[in-house]
């Protein structure tokens, strides 16, 4: 380490081609990466095919292309686009398939991401998104199929020569660095001159926020900031191609309500391709161009943030976006009183609630929920949720109160 000092951030040692080799810092140990007696790139082991090459990569290998990531494949800046560019790409994910052990985690991905789309990948835990996003940035091999990046297959090409930057719900700051220095990390990798590395660290600085706050430490800073510093790293590199693994989830709700509106803007205002992979509705519907809805290894929709809420393809996806009324072809028949021969999905709040409605109805209970006001009500011996906006306390229904309701035809959907 640097001085031998346990405390100070470790210097990069340099390659025999004058690239550098990456010090992993890590909050809890240091880690140190050792240049291979080979030289860099490493080659694959023998009989290994390309595409599997990278899992059997010894650690250190991997920590080095982990370092990689985080600043956004740091010893290639003479290849990135020139000043003033915009860093756009095009990505196209051809049936793509990934296993561990022979259990299959995805099976035949197929997706296209236009140049400047935020994209979302949603779903729950275990559905594969976040092994998909690994896989884009080539932290994760792939059994087959093709990723294609401005119309390059990059599967077989090492993390730091894919120009990804990647922003991980962990932050990954160095502990012992400032931000500054945190930021600056990756153009020092690209041999950046000093002048120019401060000029676009200040400006990407002041573009997250944080120009004032350059001089402090990881340790001193809240974790919404911390968030912005590791945006910071991986833009300030000039990234093709942006992907944010669940960077909001370790966060409270008002900063993470600011910090997604933070990263939107910011990347509408470089035009940058970004795909970003969350468990949370509420991101994915306020932040995306397009979403991708996946369970257990499959997407099984996709489209802009209205197709998703209004027409969901099958009893997850309205169980997943939102909250839906689902009704067997039974209870459908017994309620809208007209033969009905699907499951339907009624939304909660396109039922209205009135005194002169279409259907007799009983409030059994309700609860605020802030600016709405849910109510749990029988029409016609079928439970349903209705939704309404809270707008004064003269419009709250109480529990064990008559009333009516009227239900939009057009909010009816068929489900699978």
């Known amino acids: 380490m640097a001085g031998g000092d346990p405390g100070g951030a470790a210097e990069p040692a340099q390659r025999p081609d004058g690239g550098a080799v990456a010090v992993v810092l890590v909050p809890v140990r ?3 990466v050792r240049q291979h007696p080979g030289g860099y790139p490493l080659r694959n082991p023998a009989g290994v095919p390309e595409q599997h090459a990278q899992q059997q990569r010894p650690l250190h290998q991997r920590r080095r292309d982990f370092l990689f990531l985080l600043c956004a494949g740091a010893d290639l800046g003479r290849q990135y686009l020139e000043q003033g560019q915009k860093p756009m790409s095009f990505v196209s994910v051809q049936h793509l398939q990934k296993g561990y052990a022979g259990t299959p985690v995805f099976s035949d991905i197929n997706c296209e991401i236009a140049k400047g789309e935020f994209v979302t990948l949603l779903g729950p835990s275990g559905c594969g998104k976040s092994t998909l996003l690994r896989c884009i940035a080539g932290l994760t091999s792939v059994d087959s199929g093709q990723i ?5 297959d990059i599967v077989p090409l090492s993390p730091q020569k894919r120009h990804i930057g990647m922003v991980f719900q962990s932050y990954a700051l160095f502990p012992n660095m400032t931000v500054e220095q945190n930021v600056a990390f990756g153009l020092r990798m690209q041999k950046v001159n000093a002048d120019d590395s401060h000029k676009r660290v200040q ?3 002041q573009l997250v926020e944080l120009k004032d706050l350059a001089g402090r430490y990881p340790h001193q800073m809240s974790g919404g900031q911390c968030q912005r510093v590791a945006l910071a790293r991986s833009l300030v590199t000039r990234p093709r191609l942006l992907l944010l693994d669940e960077p909001l989830s370790a966060l409270d709700a008002r900063i993470r309500k600011h910090l997604r509106e933070q990263i939107r803007q910011i990347q509408r205002e470089l035009g940058l391709t970004t795909i970003f992979v969350t468990h949370d509705q509420e991101e994915a519907l306020t932040m995306s161009d397009r979403i991708f809805l996946m369970n257990q290894g ?3 929709q996709s489209g802009d943030a ?3 809420y209004t027409a969901p393809v099958d009893v997850f996806a309205a169980g997943f976006i939102g909250n839906y ?8 028949t017994q309620l809208l009183q007209r033969p009905i021969n699907s499951r339907i999905a009624i939304r909660p709040e396109a039922i209205e609630l009135s005194r002169n409605g279409e259907l007799d109805a009983l409030v059994r209970s309700h609860s605020l929920l802030g600016n709405v006001i849910r109510y749990r009500i ?8 209705v939704d309404v906006l809270n707008r004064s306390a003269d419009d709250l229904h109480k529990d064990g109160q008559r009333l009516a309701l009227s239900i939009d035809p057009s909010a009816l959907c068929e489900v699978a």
């Open 203 to 205: 400006e990407v600085l």
């Open 298 to 300: 499959k997407i099984v």
């Open 30 to 32: 240091r880690v140190r």
């Open 325 to 332: 009324n689902l009704l067997d072809a039974d209870k459908a």
């Open 378 to 385: 029988e029409a016609r011996g079928v439970e349903l949720v």
């Open 148 to 152: 294609l990046l401005d119309g390059q």
């Open 306 to 308: 209205e197709t998703l």
